[in-house]
């Protein structure tokens, strides 16, 4: 087995075991992208068959100049019910297997959704989740998904008052 090919394989199974998301990404989300080394808004957009303002739309967080890309994150390709502007979707393999992000790769791959993984306390009844991830705080989770801390609280009930013991990678629930 060539080595490129084995360091993307590994790449691959270490994506897929320790899933970063960026933050706030439509909880509706059936489809994902790894942002690899290199790679802009418009080159994700091409591969994956759908428009910027599909793609803008679908990750508020990535700013409208696309310079904030967090790479080794996933980003959302598709929504149900999305339609693609082709039929076909390019995979892109690396051109390199040396220096920064020779360990991404440009294809798309189905991660666990963001509703995976909850940390203790979540309640049953939850349907919306916010993946945790480095800087979030309860109070900045509950105001970008527009619900009170109380109901956070209510909701998350391993969270300590403090909000001092957030699990990274680990979601939590916003919306019920």
Do not use: E, R
Request: with cysteine; glycine share 8%; charged share 5%.
């Amino acid at each position: 087995m060539k080595l490129s090919t084995l360091l993307t394989a590994l790449s691959g199974l270490l994506a897929t075991v320790s899933a970063q998301y960026m933050p706030n990404i439509v909880p509706h989300c059936n489809k994902y992208h790894l942002v690899a080394w290199g790679q802009t808004c418009d080159s994700i957009t091409s591969l994956n068959g759908i428009s910027l303002s599909q793609f803008l739309s679908w990750n508020p967080a990535v700013d409208s100049a696309c310079i904030n890309l967090w790479l080794g994150y996933y980003v959302c390709v598709g929504v149900s019910g999305t339609t693609f502007l082709s039929s076909t979707i390019t995979v892109v393999p690396p051109t390199s297997t040396t220096g920064p992000g020779w360990n991404a790769t440009s294809t798309v791959i189905d991660p666990p959704p963001p509703t995976a993984n909850p940390m203790p306390g979540v309640i049953a009844s939850c349907k919306k989740y916010h993946l945790v991830v480095s800087g979030d705080t309860c109070a900045y989770i509950a105001g970008a998904n527009g619900i009170t801390l109380a109901q956070f609280n209510s909701w998350n009930t391993f969270v300590d008052s403090s909000c001092s013991n957030l699990w990274l990678g680990y979601t939590i629930c916003v919306g019920v």
